[in-house]
């Protein structure tokens, strides 16, 4: 049983549940006690709340919140062990700076690392994107030593609690890279058959799971490095192993989420088959998932991997294992409440009766739990550095880039994230889904600053030297990259829903018409920038029966034709209400957040101009002669904005469109 504190940082080191075993009392048959598996994923380096694209606080991530939902989760449970899933160490400017701008030497403790010692974690997995610095860096902040070619072999201090990875091996040496598992003995406070407390050990094994195809996606750093197994050999090679060990309990900490295509021991997402593996032969208590940066369970959940069959999404079990997976940056807090029973020679967790929960650091009321300020005064000299870090130019830009006429045709703030979308995913696909090599691949994106918070709401990006925070004004929300497979019909249906951005416009109506469905969010107006695919959208039209004139490489779309859009998680899963788009098109949904996608693509790219970055459009209005005016409001004074980017058929009609809230009115000319 942990000691309580005052304070929910000052947690592990003055823990009772990390007593000696040794004073426990031997259970007898019929002892039972509830062990509360805790997790978090994907914290991506999210110490704080602190969003440092946007130089600004965010309540809505940061493992500053997570330990708030960790205090009372202990306070809520009598026995609890806390792991994280892997993820930890990148994902953030705090990470890329810590790792390649002021990089830790050996000894110092990684700023995650300080915040997950001191909440008191029992131990960690590894995932796939702590790879992405390499393999001496990994092993110099985990503290092992890592017997690869090329590494130095030398044992820095560690974060203080066991790393656990199973699958991935040491290419010089054949053995696993890091401790594959590890047995943890702890103490507990059960109640005897007759319902007397007493304080007893358990045995907890944990065992680590990273997705082989780490080797694609980091193979500069690990070719010949390092090999890679399947989650289910693996498993089968070294459950056994544990059980006879004496792991009562056992907890896989695999960073993946669940796929149901045939079985395969490079597959990205084994854990579907690796918990059918469990429901026949047994082995697994407990399955903690990452990767997906999804919340399961989840019974609104329209992912496609949350709808298979055999997966329940409001008890969280996947085959009937407990199986939770706690989303990302410290937004959720994953629950396993396991019941265990003694039979008198060891304990065993009664499956059926265990409680799955996913917690989140947002309440019902959308506020958000109390941040510790003590984690952010572990870090403070780390943070204020990287603050300073992302002010520094990644690029720079000929042209301003804008939404404040992206309603009317200006792609200038919205044709860079497609071009570094559709780089991306052609990229992969290329390199990892031969199946899909010969389909054209689009990307579309959307104005996601339009005026909706006010006048100041707009993207504005300064022609100039472009800085990591930059990227967050053209890339607002913190999405990953999604790429989903549409025919022809799909696409339309796509931009169809799009178009509903706009009211629709009576050409015989003498009376201003406002153009703009305020109703309809800027941020699903989802726009196309390829200059291979060319439409029209009559806004004269009743919603559904406005995109004409679909053209592919200046031919009229043939409706067989497919393709592959890359976009983002949200949209692809079934944000916005998309026609056919509810997860279930997605062929691949990438580990990497789309603002880090746009940030790789300007930093190659180092200099961006208006002919090559912010003037392919491929949507025009069809032409109509309306007798009165066609009417949007943007912020005033911005006309030449409209002109640079090509836009002849705008005017501004008034300073002051009258409302009150420093609006300008313009009008868009329909029939030019």
Known sequence: MRFRPRHPITLFLCAAFAASPALAAKPKAGASAELAILETSDLHSSVVGYDYFKLAADPSLGLDRTAALIAQARRDFPNTLLFDNGDTIQGNALGDYQATVDPLKCGQLLGIYKAMQKIGYDGIGIGNHDFNFGLAYLGQVTGQRLHVEGVP????????????????YSAKTGKPLFTPYRILTRRIQAVDANGKPFAASVKVGIIGF?????????????????????????????LPEMRAKGAEVVVVISHGGLDASPYSPAMENGNYHLARMSSRVGGIDALLLGHSHQAFPNPSSTVAQFNLPDVDKVKGRVFGVPTVMANLWGKNLGVVRLQLRHDGKRWHAEQDAAIVENRSTQQPDKSYVAADPAVMDLVKDEHEATIRYVKTPIGSADFRMSTYFADVGDVSAIQIVNQAQADYARKYVQANLPQYAQLPVLSVSAPFKSGSAGVADYTDVAAGDLALNNAADLYLYPNALALVKVDATGLKAWLEKAASRFNTIDPDKSAPQELVNTGFAGYNFDTVTSPALRYEIDVTQAPGQRIKNLQWDGKPLAEGRAFLVATNNYRASGGGNFPGLDGSRTVFAAPDASRDVLIAYIKDARRLSRTANGLDRSWRFAKVAVKGPVVFHSAPGKLELARAAGLENVTQLAADDGQGKGFALYAVDLAK
């Open 210 to 238: 990273t997705p082989p195809a780490i080797l694609n996606w980091d193979r500069r750093w690990l070719e010949g490095k390092i090999t890679t197994a399947g989650l289910v050999e693996t498993a089968q090679r070294y």
């Open 153 to 168: 072999a030398r044992t820095c201090g560690g974060p203080g609690f066991p790393v656990v990875l199973a699958n991935v």
